[in-house]
């Protein structure tokens, strides 16, 4: 029987794990120095996003597994984001020949435009976290879930994670571990560094020209509002626990408790924690 690799259908999967994530010790150090590349980055990725669409951290974030970053630990974009071939000639490994348009030297821009192109990302309103981590997988390959494992793009650096990796193109090693973090625990750090950091759909704010992600909502109304509103907020909280374990999550459930009783269904549902008593 085939997989079922719809967003649709790994949503909750993407949701669950990101509100149970936990950031191993050894890698919250590495975790964080990432983050803050990344915001670095902000201002050359919110170009790709005007060209493409894109969230920006998302951009970032691709750039960075595979391009990686210089002696100062900056994201490097002299490099393809397809998979981090240099930018004087079209890629060589795979996806090979790209951009397919255009003559090299090319700049970093126009090769975002073609990344951007052949992973479908251009159009896609809903950057929610779960919408993040589904693209993420799909451009990165699904060989991980066929074998039944955590993909380390993703849960690398996190207990969701163990062993297992694809060292070359097509070619898998089950005992090796990949020692660079995934993306999913720097999103984390990301919305713990800076609030202002938004995931989700965009909604309208009720001023002519005016939008904002669902997770810009407070936190108490947008999760009882549930749906998309509620999974932002949730997302932005889980980010909390993530590196805070169950203390943060004790923390959590006076905000929530305020949300009522829809809210508590729902985060219970999302984040799993024992420690929410009804009231």
Same mark, same amino acid.
């Given at each position: 029987?085939?997989?079922?690799?719809?967003?649709? +259908?790994?949503?909750?999967?993407?949701?669950?794990?990101?509100?149970?994530?936990?950031?191993?010790?050894?890698?919250?150090?590495?975790?964080?120095?990432?983050?803050?590349?990344?915001?670095? +980055?902000?201002? =050359? @990725?919110?170009?790709?996003?005007?060209?493409?669409?894109?969230?920006?951290?998302?951009?970032?974030?691709?750039?960075?597994?595979?391009?990686?970053?210089?002696?100062?630990?900056?994201?490097?974009?002299?490099?393809?984001?397809?998979?981090?071939?240099?930018?004087?000639? !079209?890629?060589? /490994?795979? $996806?090979?020949? =790209?951009?397919?348009?255009?003559?090299?030297?090319?700049?970093?821009?126009?090769?975002?435009?073609?990344?951007?192109?052949?992973?479908?990302?251009?159009?896609?309103?809903?950057?929610?976290?779960? =919408?993040?981590?589904?693209? @993420?997988?799909?451009?990165?390959?699904?060989?991980?879930?066929?074998?039944?494992? #955590?993909?380390?793009?993703?849960?690398?650096?996190?207990? /969701?994670?163990?062993?297992?990796?694809?060292?070359?193109?097509?070619?898998?090693?089950?005992?090796?571990?990949? =020692?660079?973090?995934?993306?999913?625990?720097?999103?984390?750090?990301?919305?713990?560094?800076?609030?202002?950091? @938004?995931? #989700?759909?965009?909604?309208?704010? &009720?001023?002519?020209?005016?939008?904002?992600?669902?997770?810009?909502? $407070?936190?108490?109304?947008?999760?009882?509002?549930?749906?998309?509103? +509620?999974?932002?907020?949730?997302?932005?909280?889980? +980010?909390?626990?993530?590196? &805070? #374990?169950?203390?943060?999550?004790?923390?959590?459930?006076?905000?929530?408790?305020?949300?009522? !009783?829809?809210?508590?269904?729902?985060?219970?549902?999302?984040?799993?924690?024992?420690?929410?008593?009804?009231?």
């Amino acid at each position: 029987m085939s997989l079922d690799l719809s967003f649709a +259908a790994l949503q909750p999967e993407y949701d669950r794990l990101f509100a149970t994530m936990v950031v191993r010790p050894s890698a919250k150090g590495e975790v964080d120095a990432m983050a803050r590349a990344v915001l670095g +980055a902000k201002a =050359r @990725c919110q170009v790709g996003e005007r060209l493409t669409g894109a969230h920006w951290v998302r951009i970032a974030l691709q750039q960075m597994r595979e391009a990686g970053t210089d002696d100062k630990g900056r994201i490097r974009f002299d490099r393809h984001p397809h998979n981090g071939d240099t930018l004087a000639k !079209r890629t060589t /490994h795979d $996806p090979a020949g =790209r951009p397919g348009k255009g003559s090299p030297p090319f700049t970093w821009e126009e090769s975002w435009v073609d990344a951007a192109d052949e992973a479908k990302l251009i159009g896609i309103g809903d950057w929610s976290v779960a =919408r993040l981590a589904w693209t @993420c997988e799909r451009t990165n390959g699904w060989g991980y879930r066929e074998r039944g494992i #955590g993909n380390p793009y993703l849960w690398a650096g996190t207990l /969701h994670y163990v062993r297992g990796k694809y060292v070359k193109d097509h070619e898998f090693d089950p005992d090796f571990v990949d =020692r660079q973090i995934g993306v999913m625990p720097v999103i984390a750090r990301l919305m713990q560094i800076d609030p202002s950091i @938004c995931f #989700g759909a965009l909604i309208e704010t &009720g001023k002519p020209g005016l939008k904002h992600t669902a997770a810009a909502m $407070p936190v108490a109304a947008a999760v009882a509002g549930g749906g998309a509103m +509620a999974t932002a907020s949730i997302a932005t909280l889980a +980010a909390l626990g993530a590196f &805070g #374990g169950q203390t943060t999550a004790l923390l959590l459930v006076p905000i929530i408790a305020a949300a009522g !009783r829809a809210a508590y269904d729902f985060a219970r549902h999302h984040l799993n924690l024992a420690s929410l008593a009804r009231g």
